[in-house]
């Protein structure tokens, strides 16, 4: 695809269901991106895959948090036993091996209820 | 570890006022900076990024950023400000082989 795809773009769950989010990077991309963003809270990294390398995980809120990018491509972020603080938009981004620019999808934005 | 602070959390201007936004980071090798902007109800793009060269950089909207590496700053300036220009701005920063880290973002609100 031309850009980076992001489903479902809502999201509304009751508390304690998990949920399961998708990414599409750019095609090519080897770096994958996933940032969360609360109201009035900026940008906050969750995670972080580069190519084959293992991922770097040090920005996980919790170990309710996991994500996985199949075959270097396609990513999906689970969150089990949702809370109603995790309640943000998700964004994912992907950049090119060089990481000399990010590109972002429109976010998917859940709503714990 | 390398972080970025943006100084301002809100900018209020009058239109065709300057602005400039404030960004300084930390790190101890070599980075790359950007701007990202975010216009109301749409998505982070990119406004213009520092790599190497010259550190003054400019974007096709009249914005421009200069890397500073002895006061580790990237500040965002404009001299004349639009409406249209209301938007949140992230400063960001990586290092070779590292991952994007944002700033807290500054809402710019442009006034008639």
């Known amino acids: 695809g031309a850009g980076v795809s992001q489903s479902p773009s809502n999201k509304v769950t009751e508390k304690g269901k998990d949920v399961e989010l998708r990414c599409d990077p750019i095609?090519?991309?080897?770096?994958l991106y996933w940032y969360r963003q609360s109201l009035g809270q900026g940008l906050e990294f969750l995670i972080y895959?580069?190519?084959?390398?293992?991922?770097?995980k040090s920005g996980l809120p919790s170990d309710r948090f996991s994500a996985e990018r199949t075959g270097g491509s396609v990513s999906t972020l689970t969150i089990q036993r949702t809370q109603q603080e995790d309640s943000a938009v998700y964004l994912c981004a992907s950049s090119g091996r060089l990481n000399t620019e990010a590109f972002f999808g429109q976010g998917t934005r859940l709503t714990v209820v | 570890a390398q972080s970025v602070t943006q100084l301002d959390s809100q900018v209020p201007v009058f239109e065709e006022a300057p602005v400039e936004l404030r960004c300084n980071y930390s790190s101890s090798v070599s980075v790359y900076l950007f701007w990202y902007v975010q216009y109301p109800n749409q998505g982070l793009q990119l406004l213009l990024k520092?790599?190497?060269?010259?550190?003054l950089v400019e974007s096709i909207n009249g914005f421009e950023a200069e890397f500073n590496k002895s006061q580790t700053s990237f500040h965002l300036r404009k001299p004349s400000v639009h409406i249209s220009d209301t938007a949140e701005y992230f400063c960001a920063v990586i290092r070779e082989g590292g991952k994007l880290i944002f700033g807290q973002g500054t809402e710019l609100s442009v006034k008639p």
């Open positions: 520092y790599l190497s060269g010259s550190t």
């Open positions: 895959f580069q190519g084959n390398s293992a991922p770097d």
């Open positions: 095609s090519g991309h080897t770096a």
